[in-house]
């Protein structure tokens, strides 16, 4: 197991060494630049402007020179918000994501698989129709039709929470309970469709009906027998939507007027800051890689089957 997890984790640097190259390319390789605005800037101005970015360099030199700024730990400077460098605003913006994401992903894991295990365990039953009718509902609306429909009802229609904002001495925790119940939809339908196949699947195993001729309670057949199966496959959906959860506040984010990450990349998106679209691209590629790591060590502990050999 060891090696393996060494092995494991010393492959994540090609990986990320390989999204690096195709982000960087695919970047500076597309029309436009930072600098290209509708008003032109006089041909010395920008020769000056590029020259202090190091943007008229050959662009194999400017990826060697943005690998060595990477490995220190620098991501440049941004090109718009010409106070800050890329570091300190991602570090202002990342913990609310993070936050955000980790809510809105717990949320979704603890319904989904209790819907689904419920669900499955009643199977063909009113109940079992209805939470997959909600989940295929779940899978099937986009965020940002959830996102304006749940602010719609909850915050215009009833005035029950604030429209926007984020954690403050006026709103407090209020304000999470519209962006986790958007952001947590869709994952949740994953998690409960998910959950009910594969307990059903692990129902109908044989050691389960050996531990129910054993006499066991089914309360202890469900929580130590089928749920430690049927969960491999949620785990492994875990590591990818953990990354997939935190990218989609984006637009969640967006929605409801929260300083994350979304409004820092939707803005370098349109004004092209090369080094601040980079940063967003390396910190979520990192967390994607690095989660998917943990799926597969935490395989190794639930599933004595399994072999790193």
Not at 230 to 254: K, W
Request: charged content about 15%; overall charge positive.
């Amino acid at each position: 197991m060891a090696r393996f997890i060494i092995r494991r984790f010393l492959s994540l640097i090609p990986t990320l060494f390989l999204i690096i190259v195709f982000a960087f390319a695919i970047e500076h390789l597309a029309p436009g630049g930072p600098f290209a605005t509708e008003k032109k800037l006089p041909p010395e101005i920008l020769a000056n402007v590029m020259a202090k970015y190091h943007l008229d360099e050959p662009l194999p030199k400017q990826f060697l020179r943005y690998l060595g700024d990477i490995l220190r730990g620098d991501l440049g400077p941004s090109f718009r918000y010409k106070d800050f460098t890329v570091n300190q605003l991602i570090a202002q913006a990342l913990p609310v994501s993070m936050l955000l994401g980790a809510i809105a992903l717990s949320v979704a894991v603890f319904i989904g698989i209790s819907c689904g295990v419920i669900a499955a365990l009643k199977q063909n039953s009113m109940l079992d129709y209805a939470t997959m009718s909600l989940a295929a509902l779940g899978i099937s609306i986009p965020l940002f039709v959830v996102g304006p429909v749940i602010k719609l009802a909850l915050a215009l229609q009833l005035k029950l929470l604030p429209t926007s904002g984020w954690i403050d001495g006026r709103n407090g925790l209020i304000v999470l309970i519209m962006p986790v119940l958007t952001l947590s939809f869709h994952y949740f339908a994953s998690i409960a469709r998910l959950t009910r196949a594969s307990v059903l699947e692990v129902l109908h195993a044989d050691y389960i009906r050996t531990a129910r001729a054993k006499g066991l309670k089914e309360s202890t057949v469900v929580f130590r027998h089928v749920l430690k199966g049927a969960l491999l496959p949620v785990i492994s959906y875990l590591g990818p939507a953990f990354a997939g959860i935190i990218c989609g506040t984006v637009i969640v984010e967006t929605i409801f007027t929260i300083p994350g990450m979304g409004r820092f990349y939707i803005q370098a998106a349109t004004n092209r800051d090369y080094t601040l679209i980079m940063g967003y691209v390396i910190v979520f590629s990192t967390i994607l890689v690095i989660m998917n790591f943990v799926v597969d060590v935490i395989y190794g502990f639930l599933d004595p089957r399994i072999s790193y050999k």
